[in-house]
């Protein structure tokens, strides 16, 4: 059993900054799938960034070149570093892990995006 907690969420207005942090209750450096999803209102949940053995990342196309996903091992602790936020960025985020082929989900945190 994996419990992922996120944190770091907020009201922000167009073009700032926020840090999300996914703390998991294990280490994480053996779990090969870590990702960031969003969910919006009436929208499908979607994925945003994912990082796999650490070390390759992919990206949703949408924030290319203004989010980053990260890790920090001594932490057990993931990442989402978000810039030039958009008010289509406005969601629930939530932090997911796959371990032994199952799949972990935090509880999520609202990032809005609003002037």
């Known amino acids: 059993q994996v419990q992922l907690v996120e944190s770091g969420g907020g009201l922000v207005q167009p073009g700032g900054s926020l840090r999300l942090s996914c703390a998991a209750s294990t280490s994480i450096v053996s779990i090969n799938l870590m990702a960031w999803y969003r969910q919006a209102p009436g929208n499908r949940r979607e994925l945003v960034a994912a990082i796999v053995r650490g070390t390759s990342t992919n990206y949703l196309d949408s924030v290319k070149g203004r989010f980053t996903i990260s890790r920090d091992i001594a932490k057990n602790t993931l990442y989402l570093e978000m810039n030039s936020l958009k008010p289509e960025d406005t969601a629930v985020y939530y932090c997911?892990?796959?371990?032994?082929?199952?799949?972990?989900w935090g509880q999520g945190t609202q990032v809005t995006v609003s002037s």
């Open positions: 997911n892990a796959v371990v032994r082929d199952l799949r972990y």
